[in-house]
Structure formats: structure tokens, C-alpha cells
């Protein structure tokens, strides 16, 4: 019966590549995976989740006007009224960066691993007088692999950096992932806050149908000290449903550690409807105002140049055969066309280490944490107790956590924007 038989193979190789994940240490991208379940976009386009909603990130440098939905009985200071603009533009995030696989592709997949150089630039381009709001994004390490990011409105005054490592833990059948690195969002010459990532799972592997579940929290720290708590659930949870969030606001990390009422309550799903409540009505779940709504506003895709005009080192050029070769689910093909742009980049690396020049980052720094003058990044850090190290995002100064993840020679660097190199970058157009 030759019907079955093809389903036959594909379920034999799901089972087997599920007990590879069962039994894999390292690195993810060593990991041979049935065609059917590889994505042809690689992780440095990932960046670009950050801004698809580009309206809610510039409304984020609000220029006096106010939050909508305004309750009566609140008083609104400039600080806070922008903070909740920051925090609508990052509930508005999410969607695109953890669920938009499922809906481009029927599930999540497995990203191509980019490589080292490689860089994915784009931009959004809106009416007057709104400017351009610009998007790079550049694999800084291969090993383990790291995203850095950068996207900023000069109209505006609004910018956004980062950057990214996805670690993963397997423990049956279960693939949990930490985010290591954070995002600093700056808008005019003084606001400043400091965004933490959530850790996740990976649901729906044994039905070969994966998708992302979060499940940590993530973290808002502004620089006029007002600080936001978002707690992810998934379906087993709370109010049953998938990519549930609550999130609360304070005026201080401290009023949130002396269990003071939040000044305001957001629950809901960031994939679909939320609700904003204040401090005092909801517990009674009184006055109930809609936040955001995800499913109403669609993504809007950041225009890319044709990969004719792109250089070898930008991302959709570079992966082209690779990419096709997924699209076309053929297994030989895939291999083949990745062992060539896994050679050359050996080749790279050899001859990097023969003349002793080891590769140069392209628009990002890595910087002591100490010397790190670029950004509020210790500052805000500090306000909201956070680690200054390199652990987990969002991992508590002085916890056991934190001591769980700090290596002997731990030596706190991080990855910072420069924005005299994109100035003078000569190869890369937008
Ligand atoms: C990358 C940075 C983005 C947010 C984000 C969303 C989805 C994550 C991805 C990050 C890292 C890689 C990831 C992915 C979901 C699945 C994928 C963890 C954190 C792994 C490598 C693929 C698992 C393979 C199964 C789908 C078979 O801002």
C-alpha cells in the first residue's frame, strides 16, 4: 500500500527526530529535522517582531497626548501617561514575535542559524511627517548564536536596541527555551526603559504540530522609575486560554515588592483581546476598558530590497538556494545547498585564524558592562533589582537563580548599537 507509506516515513522520522531532541545537548542547530518542520527565514529577520505594529512605537514618544482608554478617577503624569503607550506597543509585539510562525506556516519551525556577519536590514516607511523608522538586525556570535538589533525613527526621536540568545533545555519530551540579553528602548533625549524577555516552551511537539507557549515573565523598567510585571500563561492555566498575559503597573519596583495595589491591571490574550482595569476596580473587575486587540490590527511588514540589490552578507540573498530548497521539501537539495554556506564560512574562520585577524562585528559593540556609557542599561537595571550579568533576561540581582546561571569567570558584557558605524557603512543600503 504505497498511500500510507509516505506517512508512514514521515511519522518515523518525527518519532526519531523527537528522540534526538529528547536526548540532545548543545546547541539546536546541529539538529537534523525532517524537512517539513524547517522554516527558509533565518533568526536574524526575528528582529524585525519588534516593529510591526510601527504606529504603537512611535505614538510611544507621545508629544502631551493622552492614553486612550483614560480613566476619570487617575491621575495621569506625563511619565506614566507614556508608559502606558510603551507598554500597549509591547503587548502589541508579541503576537508577531511568537505566534506568527503558526499562522504564516501552520506551525512553528525550525529557523535557519544564521551565520556570523550576517545581517538583515529593512525599513518602514510612513506618511508625513513621520519619517522612516529604520530595522538592522546582525548575528554577532554564531557560538553561541546571538542576534543583535537596532531600529530607530530619527524623525521621531525613538529608538529601539537589543539583543538576542535563545538557550534551550530538553527534559522529556519537553523543549524549554531561556532568552538571554534584553531591549533598551530610548524615546527623545531623557526617557529610557528597559525591557526583560520571557522564557518559553515549545508545545505540540509529540502531534508534530509545535508552537510556543510563554511562560516567564517579562519586565518594564522606566526611567522616571514606573514599572510594569507581565506574567505569561498558557491554555493549563489561569483563565484557560492560550497566550494569556496579566500584567500590572506601578509607580515603583519598590510599591510592586511591598505588594502595593498597581496603579493598573491588564489581562487578557496578547494574541487576541485584552482588558485594562485600574488598581482599585480590579479585583471587582469593575469598569472594565479594552486595551488592545490583536487580531484587528494586522502586521505590517517592513519593506526589504530586492535580493538582487543585496550583498552576500545580507540574509535573504545568502539563504536563497537554501530556502528554496525547503520550500520545495527536498531533503538532498537542503543539505547540499547548506554544506556550501557552511564551507565557505570555514574557510572563513580558518583564514581568520592563520592571519591571526579575528572576524570584526559590523554595527554592535560588546561592552563591559561598567564602560557601557551608550546606554541607561545599569541604571534601569538597578531600579528594578535585575542582574547586571549575563544570565537569564530578567533573572533577580542576588538570587538563587542568578547564582545558578553565573559562571566563576563571569565577566558582565553586552551588546550595544553604534550608530557612527551604520553612519558610515558603505555597503549595506536600506
Ligand atoms: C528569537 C528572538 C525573537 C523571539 C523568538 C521567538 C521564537 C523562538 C526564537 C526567539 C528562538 C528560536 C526558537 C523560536 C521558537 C522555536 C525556535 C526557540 C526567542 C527553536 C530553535 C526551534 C525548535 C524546533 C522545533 C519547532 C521543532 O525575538
Known amino acids: 500500500d504505497t498511500s500510507s507509506s509516505s506517512t508512514d516515513v514521515a511519522n518515523f522520522t518525527w518519532t526519531k527526530f523527537i528522540k534526538n531532541i529528547a536526548s540532545f545537548k548543545g546547541d539546536l542547530s546541529s539538529l537534523t529535522a525532517p524537512p517539513f518542520i524547517l522554516s527558509p527565514v533565518s533568526l536574524t529577520e526575528f528582529s524585525q517582531y519588534w516593529s510591526e505594529h510601527p504606529d504603537l512605537l512611535l505614538a510611544a514618544n507621545n508629544a502631551g497626548a493622552q492614553f486612550e482608554p483614560k480613566f476619570d478617577n487617575v491621575e495621569y503624569s506625563d511619565e506614566l501617561n507614556q508608559f502606558l503607550f510603551v507598554v500597549k506597543w509591547f503587548i ?27 545581517v538583515f536590514v529593512g525599513k518602514w516607511e510612513h506618511k508625513e511627517p513621520q519619517g522612516t523608522t529604520v530595522c538592522l538586525s546582525e548575528q554577532v556570535s554564531h557560538h553561541p548564536p546571538i542576534t543583535a538589533y537596532s531600529i530607530f525613527n530619527d524623525t521621531n526621536k525613538i529608538s529601539l536596541q537589543g539583543y538576542n540568545q535563545a538557550k534551550p533545555t530538553f527534559s522529556s519530551a519537553m523543549l524549554s527555551v531561556k532568552q538571554f540579553g534584553h531591549a533598551l528602548l530610548k524615546i527623545g533625549d531623557f526617557n529610557e526603559y528597559l525591557l526583560t524577555l520571557p522564557s518559553l516552551h515549545i508545545e505540540g511537539l509529540i502531534a508534530a504540530s509545535p508552537y510556543v507557549e510563554l511562560d516567564g515573565k517579562s519586565f518594564i523598567q522606566g526611567s522616571f522609575g514606573h514599572f510594569a510585571v507581565i506574567d505569561f500563561f498558557g491554555k493549563g492555566w489561569m483563565s484557560g486560554k492560550k497566550n494569556s498575559f496579566k500584567c500590572k503597573i506601578y509607580n515603583s519596583k519598590s510599591d510592586y515588592d511591598c505588594d502595593e495595589k498597581p496603579l493598573f491591571v491588564i489581562s487578557g490574550q496578547w494574541s487576541g483581546i485584552s482588558t ?78 592563520e592571519s591571526g585577524n579575528s572576524w570584526e562585528t559590523r554595527w554592535f559593540d560588546l561592552i563591559p558592562v561598567d564602560e557601557d556609557n551608550r546606554s541607561s542599561f545599569m541604571k534601569l537595571a538597578t531600579l528594578a533589582q535585575l542582574s547586571l550579568e549575563d544570565v537569564p533576561s530578567g533573572t533577580i540581582a542576588g538570587s538563587k537563580d542568578e547564582a545558578k546561571w553565573l559562571k566563576d569567570d563571569a565577566f558582565a558584557q553586552h551588546w550595544r548599537f553604534n550608530r557612527q558605524k551604520w553612519d558610515d557603512e558603505k555597503d549595506i543600503t536600506l
Open 276 to 353: 485594562i482595569y485600574t488598581g482599585d476596580d480590579e479585583k471587582k473587575k469593575k469598569n472594565p476598558q479594552e486595551f488592545y486587540d490583536a487580531s484587528r490590527i494586522p502586521a505590517e511588514q517592513l519593506q526589504v530590497k530586492p535580493i538582487e540589490e543585496q550583498t552576500e552578507f545580507e540574509s535573504r540573498r545568502a539563504w536563497k538556494d537554501v530556502a528554496a530548497a525547503i520550500k520545495e521539501g527536498d531533503f538532498n537539495k537542503i543539505h547540499q545547498t547548506k554544506t556550501v554556506l557552511e564551507e565557505a564560512q570555514r574557510t572563513l574562520r580558518k583564514n581568520e585564524d
Open 92 to 118: 502589541s509585539t508579541l503576537k508577531s514575535q511568537y505566534s506568527s510562525r503558526n499562522e504564516s506556516m501552520g506551525s512553528e519551525k525550525k529557523p535557519l542559524n544564521p551565520f556570523l556577519g550576517e
